[in-house]
């Protein structure tokens, strides 16, 4: 069973910075999309922050401009670059993986809390 691995979580004060890492071994991580979710207390989980196989990105508007999605695939690792954090991106944040083609593939991780205090 592939399990990813985030970590980089933690409190910050409102205009401060996290990185957070999700590995994910045991898998081709070179032909996965890979993506960053959140949720916080209840509300449902939502999709943060994009990044496919070719690289390509997307953002939820309300991260546009303050956070960034990155991935090495030699170290089977995916960031989230998250500045000027607020408030309201209190959340725990999980990595997913999906590969579509030949079978489908979804992995998800066990989640890394984010705190953000005003």
């Known amino acids: 069973q592939v399990q990813l691995v985030e970590s980089g979580g933690g409190l910050v004060q409102a205009g401060g910075s996290l990185r957070l890492s999700c590995a994910a071994p045991g898998i081709s991580f070179s032909l996965y999309t890979m993506s960053w979710y959140r949720q916080a207390p209840g509300k449902q989980r939502e999709l943060v922050a994009v990044?496919?196989?070719?690289?390509?990105?997307n953002y939820t508007a309300s991260v546009k401009g303050r956070f960034t999605i990155s991935r090495d695939n030699a170290k089977n690792t995916v960031y989230l670059q998250t500045n000027s954090l607020k408030p309201e991106d209190t959340a725990i944040y999980y990595c997913?993986?999906?590969?579509?083609?030949?079978?489908?593939?979804?992995?998800w991780g066990q989640g890394t809390q984010v705190t953000v205090s005003s």
């Open positions: 997913n993986a999906v590969r579509q083609e030949p079978i489908f593939r979804n992995y």
């Open positions: 990044i496919t196989s070719a690289g390509t990105t």
